[in-house]
């Protein structure tokens, strides 16, 4: 070990670049995942340096050739294991094409290290100065406003500052609830600098989850004691620790005797077999409840405007912050919010309505199940009827493929939702029961899945992964670039992409909000893709199997051999023609 607590690597100290790297590994981060430019040369040259005396010491690179998927990667590896992992971009320009994702991050709570470098700043021999004409064209004013509204830390790595503090700082806050991203810039003649630090050696604040207060607890108990329907409404409770996180939901549901609906759900937030799960609606639900209990939920029921219940209907927000400041409008109407984490506080009113009057055993089989039990009951029997229907038509639908593809996961199995349009028909139709079985993301921008799923693999190597993708999903999700990576790093998924020939949310909104106009009476030929993409097409970049399926006789056998691939370590791709409604 030298001064710095590092093996010697020949150099007379280590630069901040080294620092940077070191760090970040000695904070656990296992993957930088980098689409690499000329301002990564000084963490270039201490990467391969590090290598020779000690590859440990530094975190694995995975080359990314588009900056999209390498945020998707990184999200969908800290989904699997709740660790932020870095990603290295290119100055402003490798900034703005994380595009979307850095949304999808933000409102996913998806904690990431995003490092840019920033265009020289010096001329002549200074180590890192400028040497090319383009670092002029790539300077600007404040390179970080592009992405901080959707960070929860941004910073400038300036010397003679320690850089292990920087990383520290920015993988804290990017781990704190609400977690999120964070971004650190420096340039080349920063990284180039000689420091004297030690990786590692700051302690990260670890804010863990708080539940609500006794007072509230008792409050909350009190409530549930006295409702005969009560209902829990959530989207993320899963996302993070998800075995206990579900085991937390499910003791109270079946204690309360509540039901429990998943509203737009990132993660498998409780097991969608059971008698209590009463689907994806949460208005719906809400007409049969006498207590509603949002947790983890930012956007509650939809549409936003109108309250779902009556008045004399309590509605309970559980949340790290219920004032949802990170929306510029929140008009949710709700009656008691509390301060606090929801899994942790669903547990002590468990617990509280365990110890006195009024709670229900867990695995309870009597009366108070029964409302949900009928509804849970109801929504499979409509299910059935409706499969019946369209296997004995031929029609494959998207509820027909979602069936074939239950039919193959097993415990083993992570399934990724990117359907856009058909994501609620993915939910009703996938039986899944596992924590961490189910990944979706909670933004809006396309294009998550075929990069998550190569961060999903590399987290969980043992499980196959699954990804359900739109057309216009799949497209946003850069495949060549993506299939390259999975390929290249030894993470494989199969990839089935729902292809309706067109934007179908744009052409439902478009319905929705002109029925009788112009646009619907044509079609809405903007929302059409004609002619119909080949979208197993771009997977011939590597040696992958593909497939284009068009009939309910060739699907079964198309998946069975997607699978195969697989498990023998190749990518596969299905572009299967739905019949959308």
């Not at 005969?228 to 996180?245: M, Q």
């Not at 296997?391 to 996961?409: K, N, R």
């Amino acid at each position: 070990m030298d001064d710095h607590g590092a093996e010697s690597t020949g150099e007379s100290e280590s630069t901040a670049a080294d620092v940077i790297l070191r760090s970040l590994r000695e904070y656990g981060v296992e993957y930088v995942f980098g689409n690499f430019g000329t301002d990564h040369t000084p963490l270039l040259e201490a990467a391969a340096r590090r290598r020779e005396a000690n590859p440990d010491a530094i975190p694995e690179f995975v080359t990314c050739p588009h900056e999209s998927g390498a945020l998707s990667a990184a999200d969908g590896y800290a989904a699997v294991t709740g660790r932020p992992q870095a990603v290295f971009v290119h100055v402003d320009v490798g900034t703005q094409n994380l595009g979307a994702m850095v949304h999808n991050a933000h409102r996913g709570d998806a904690p990431v290290f995003i490092f840019a470098g920033l265009a020289p700043i010096t001329h002549g021999e200074e180590p890192g100065a400028r040497s090319s004409g383009i670092q002029y064209i790539q300077d600007v004013y404040d390179q970080e406003a592009i992405v901080e509204q959707y960070c929860r830390w941004t910073g400038e790595y300036r010397p003679p500052a320690d850089p292990d503090e920087f990383v520290a700082r920015g993988l804290e806050l990017a781990s704190t609830p609400r977690r999120g991203p964070s971004y650190l810039t420096a340039t080349r003649e920063a990284l180039e600098t000689p420091v004297d630090s030690t990786p590692g050696s700051h302690s990260l604040t670890d804010a863990g989850p708080v539940g609500a207060d006794a007072a509230t607890v008792d409050r909350l108990a009190s409530m549930v004691r006295e409702a005969d329907a009560p209902l829990v409404v959530t989207s993320k409770l899963g996302a993070n620790r998800p075995e206990e996180s579900l085991d937390r939901l499910r003791r109270f549901a079946e204690i309360a005797g509540a039901g429990v609906v998943e509203q737009r759900p990132t993660a498998l937030n409780f097991p969608r077999t059971h008698d209590l799960h009463v689907g994806f609606d949460s208005r719906a639900a809400m007409a049969k409840a006498d207590l509603v209990v949002l947790a983890d939920a930012d956007v509650p029921w939809e549409p936003p405007s109108e309250r779902p219940v009556d008045d004399n209907v309590s509605i309970v927000h559980l949340d790290v912050d219920p004032a949802k400041p990170q929306y510029p409008l929140w008009d949710f109407e709700t009656d008691l919010a509390v301060r606090a984490d929801p899994g942790t506080t669903l547990a002590a009113v468990a617990d509280r309505l365990e110890s006195g009057a009024g709670g229900r055993e867990p695995g309870s089989d009597g009366d108070e199940w029964a409302p949900w039990r009928d509804e849970h009951d109801r929504r499979l029997t409509e299910r059935s009827e409706s499969l019946a229907e369209q296997y004995s038509g031929g029609i494959l639908s998207p509820a027909v493929l979602t069936d074939a593809i239950d039919d193959l996961v097993d415990e083993s199995t992570v399934v990724l939702n990117e359907t856009t349009t058909n994501k609620r028909t993915v939910l009703e139709h996938l039986d899944l029961e596992r924590p961490g079985s189910y990944r979706s993301p909670y933004g809006s921008g396309l294009g998550w899945a075929p990069g998550a799923a190569t961060g999903v693999k590399l987290a969980a190597p043992d499980h196959t992964v699954i990804s359900l993708v739109g057309d216009g999903s799949y497209v946003f999700g850069n495949p060549t670039a993506s299939t390259w990576t999975a390929a290249a790093h030894d993470a494989p998924s199969l990839t089935v992409v729902y292809n309706n020939s067109r934007w179908n949310a744009v052409r439902t909104s478009t319905l929705d909000q002109h029925s009788d106009g112009s646009a619907a009476a044509a079609g809405v030929p903007e929302s059409r893709f004609e002619p119909t993409l080949d979208l197993s097409h771009a997977a011939h970049v590597v040696d992958a199997q593909t497939a284009v399926v068009d009939s309910i006789d060739s699907l079964e056998p198309a998946l069975r051999e997607g699978l195969d691939a697989v498990e023998r370590g190749d990518p596969a791709v299905l572009d299967v023609r739905v019949e959308q409604e």
